[in-house]
């Protein structure tokens, strides 16, 4: 059962462009949700997280968008440089409990 | 602060056989997580580790198992391997604190053939 589903699965942005990523969830307990971001031959490495009693959250470049209605949230990246290929990850928990990744979006930014 | 590392970088193995996989958590760390990275599933979790004990559990067949020593060091064994087991593991250490972030070692390559 797959409690985050991502889209899409790979993406190509120009420079300069809004990279956007979009993840929804089932789980209504989940009230954590990073984004971690992995270049190739790396693992995974935390980028930027939202809890839910906010709706937005920037650092730098890097923006969550956060819907509890319709649990969705989602990654915008403003001016998208070729840095920021990399293949990014939502995920979600609760507590204590296991964080469940979503199945990952490939980011090209092209020049 | 050292990293979390992650031995061997590399392993082939053939099916039927088992294999350890080594993870060094960074100082500090009381929990280690594992998970299972392929093309097809992204990342799937294995199991968590806390204080030695077994905190979490994903759901993965018995012959994945794991432990975590007092050092807080961990080990994860899968036997009698399957082709579908090669993939990439990832070792994850935290505080193991509600939202503590995951510090991910850059993962262990299995390939069974």
């Known amino acids: 059962q797959q409690q985050v589903k991502q889209s899409p699965q790979s993406l190509i942005v120009q420079k300069g462009g809004i990279s956007i990523i979009n993840c929804a969830y089932e789980?209504?307990?989940?009230?954590?949700f990073p984004w971690y971001q992995q270049f190739p031959g790396k693992g995974p490495a935390l980028l930027i997280a939202i809890r839910p009693d906010v709706s937005e959250k920037k650092e730098g470049r890097f923006t969550i968008s956060f819907n509890k209605s319709a649990k969705q949230f989602s990654l915008h990246i403003m001016d998208s440089q070729p840095g920021d290929s990399a293949t990014y990850f939502c995920a979600a928990n609760f507590g204590n409990e296991k964080l469940t990744f979503g199945t990952g979006t490939r980011l090209t930014i092209i020049p | 602060k050292a990293g979390v590392t992650q031995t061997p970088r590399y392993l082939i193995k053939t099916r039927g056989q088992q294999v350890t996989l080594s993870c060094s958590p960074i100082?500090?760390?009381?929990?280690v997580s594992w998970y299972q990275q392929t093309p097809g599933q992204g990342l799937q979790f294995l199991f968590e580790?806390?204080?030695?004990?077994?905190?979490n559990k994903g759901n993965f067949p018995g012959r994945f198992s794991g432990r975590q020593f007092s050092n807080s060091r961990s080990e994860m064994n899968v036997s009698t391997l399957e082709l579908g087991d090669s993939a990439l593991y990832l070792c994850?250490?935290?505080?193991?604190?509600?939202?503590?972030?995951?510090?991910f070692g850059n993962g262990t390559r299995l390939t069974v053939t």
């Open positions: 994850a250490s935290s505080l193991g604190q509600v939202n503590s972030p995951l510090h």
């Open positions: 100082s500090g760390h009381r929990s």
């Open positions: 789980n209504t307990a989940f009230d954590y």
């Open positions: 580790y806390f204080s030695e004990t077994q905190r």
